[in-house]
């Protein structure tokens, strides 16, 4: 993959970039750039820095150290400038609850000094976009989650951003409310709007995500396209191999007695499976037959980013 | 609620979006607002003319002897205008700041912080002049009808000095509300409002008080608004109101710029 | 004041063991907060009486304003008393009800347990008589203690404020109980209870007002109670006046129980 920011000025370009409160680093002196026209995703456990990071781009949050600039602008001194171009959706709904669906846009349209008129247009062209036009004259309240992350979208898109910040977009949706929210992003991304975003879900970053950074414990632990990282970090295919514990036994690995070795780039031992890292699973599946191992049950898969994931921010558990 | 057009582009004033989007809100419940203009009128009516039926008549400060209800009136409108702003920039203000979360989300607009401390401070100044139309209204009306509660026609710039008290007292009151943490902290500012609205020179003459304590309410915003507005219904000109003038915008714009410092605290974190 | 709670209802059950656990509820949460009520029923009952009783009372003394010459702290301070106790109870049954039926939904929460709809109305008023019985209670050392009342009798007056609060308890329970939000609340406050307040007596004598107002006032609880605990305060106690005041505000309390089972059931139980 090519990288645009070659060519054109990125629309947001980080150099050390760091944010402390206090004595605590939130984000630790990150690099990065993000094209015009890029979906680029931040990608972490919670507590990596992403949603410091989002602030920061939105210039909602002073930086404690390092540069940055958005659309080649200082955001500590052309904030109301940059924030005229950017769409943002929060990671928590922030509706205003006291005002309908449709009032919601159009207020929100205001702040950006649209004409009424104007803004209702938009109002009502987002509405039919994300498929609320129905629910116009509603309040917000009875609204589902889906329903609500959609308007905050349309919300987003007011003031026709060339640039659109999302933390966390599909948290909490179910599976149908997502795959319109990203049906939704991806038009967006067509139409040429730059989109930046964080997730803790691979898969969203795999639909949606040109680049990603991996983010762990405030710096960036990995730079690429989803398939770079892949072939970065882990082979083409895992095999997950399931043994039934016998009675007397108390460990797995004695089953296997070294049995794997040299058959693969890497292997896990996980409480309930051995996962195998290889560039062909099946060969290896194979093979482990031939050597005498007699799993319960054999998935051979392609590797995926949690697995690159897993390997880069570990399996514990962070809180 | 005009911008200004210059060069082709339009150079607006923010703050009015805040008003804009309160309208919205109370385009719904307008009658709450609407209510609040009837507090000050039973009031008057209780005790301007009931009270004022067991005391007759009190003395001004220039010697005149004039009907009860003549004297509180203008403090009731001074009363009700503080009131009126600091309904909406206590507990109104909190609810937005902490709960509604409002603000997080006006500030990933164009819009500033000071652009929301001057919109919900315009907004509380509409709610409490809206109040005090009402109650000018009401006076006339009353003088009307034979019962007049000024003595001048300068009464008239009581509308202006009542919005001057709401300005001082919106700004003040947006100010506390920033470093309320808990509903309950709001038992303090009552704390305070409430003496306030009782020893100000509103239900009578301060004169009763002995002169150390008259020159502690004389150092109060609610005495210095009943003062002002008194000045005017009664035709009592003197030079003290410049006193009450300059405090009041002072407390106003003082509120108005900690108010905004906060608010960057709070939110820009 | 359980006490009084039970004489009230006698035909329906007042204060079952449950409706205690909801009362006990209320008293848990009170911890947390008490002080700042203790403050406020203290400095707000001596700052009144400061301002109004004394302060303005200066004017109406000179002018010999009260009816039968009776300083004006003495003739307002058992009533600003009762008003305060009204006040309470109106408050009391409308933001905080309307907070445990659909805001916090705590009344939703304590349904899941034996209790029931009923308990938590008897527990609640319970707990409103509580509360307006210690404002009372509260208000009365205040007066007591600025030499206000004329008679012993003045602690009598503390149930007759309590009943007061009830009366308005009871029936703006059954009232919150009908309603979504609290947009009926500031219609009922600004229209209801603060002209209640000001035109029922406390501060002037009802005989003050024009005519046709006169006896709008004789229909609230408040210009019943006022009577009540003003006579006991000055020690001028009508027996036959008081039997009917009383009596007025059993009634309005028992009617607004009474609409309240109905509209908590309504609301509560599906």
Sequence with gaps: ?319 | MVGIRRLGTTVAFRPRHVVERNLLVYRHTFMVILSGFFEPLFYLFSMGYGVGSLIGNVQLSDGRSVPYAVFIAPALLASSAMNGAIYETSNNFFFKLKYAKLYDTIITTPMSLLDVARGEILWAMMRGGLYAVGFVVVIVVLGALGQPLVLSPLALLGFPAALVVCYAFAGAGMAATTFVRKWRDFDYMQLVLMPMFLFSGTFYPIDAYPPLLQAFVQCTPLYRGVHLIRAFTTGMLDPAMAIDLVYLLLMGTVGLAITSRRLGRLLLS | MAVIGVRLSRPVEFATRKSIRVLEHDLLVFRRGWFNYLLNGLTQPFMYLVAMGIGLGLYVNKNGGTPGGVPYLNYIAPALMVTQAMLAGAFEAAWPIMAKINWTKTYHAALNTPLGAQDLLAGDLMWIAFRAALLSMLFTTVIVALGAASSPLIVLAVPVAVLTALSFAAPIMAFTATQEGDNGFNVLFRFGITPIFLFSGTFYPVEKLPLFMQPVAWLTPTYHGVAVARSLSLGQVDPFGTAVHLTFLAAVTLAGFAAARVTFRRRLVL
């Design chain 1, 1 to 319: 993959m090519t990288n645009p920011a070659n060519t054109t000025e990125p629309q947001i370009h980080a150099r050390g970039l760091t944010k402390r409160f206090g004595t605590f680093t939130a984000v630790d002196a990150v690099d990065f750039d993000v094209a015009p026209g890029e979906a680029f995703g931040f990608l972490g456990p919670n507590g990596a820095g992403k949603t410091s990071t989002m602030r920061m781009i939105g210039t909602v949050s002073p930086i404690t150290a390092g540069t940055l600039t958005i659309f080649g602008l200082d955001p500590a001194h052309h904030g109301a400038k940059i924030r005229a171009r950017l769409g943002v959706v929060p990671q928590a709904d922030t509706l205003d609850e006291e005002l309908s669906v449709l009032e919601n846009l159009l207020i929100y349209g205001r702040y950006f000094d649209l004409a009424w008129a104007e803004s209702r247009r938009r109002a009502k062209e987002l509405l039919e976009f994300v498929q609320l036009t129905e629910r116009s004259n509603d309040k917000v309240e009875p609204l589902s989650g889906g329903m609500k992350r959609r308007l905050v979208i349309a919300r987003s898109l007011m003031n026709e951003p060339s640039l659109l910040l999302l933390d966390e977009p599909t948290t909490g949706l179910d599976p149908q409310a997502r795959h319109l929210v990203w049906d939704r992003l991806y038009r967006l991304k067509q139409r040429g709007v730059t989109l930046c975003l964080t997730t803790h879900y691979m898969d969203e970053a795999e639909q949606l995500c040109d680049r990603l950074v991996v983010m762990d414990k405030a710096r960036i632990v990995a730079v690429g396209s989803p398939r770079q990282l892949i072939d970065e970090y882990v082979t083409r295919e895992v095999l997950e191999l399931r043994f039934r514990r016998a009675e007397d036994e108390t460990d797995d690995s004695a089953h296997m007695d070294g049995k794997l070795e040299g058959l693969a780039d890497r292997i896990e031992q996980l409480p309930d499976r051995v996962l195998v890292y290889t560039a062909d699973g099946e060969a290896v599946a194979a093979t482990a037959y031939e050597r005498g191992l007699r799993p319960a049950s054999v998935l051979v898969r392609r590797s995926t980013l949690e697995d690159v994931f897993l390997r880069l921010t570990g399996r514990s558990l962070v809180e």
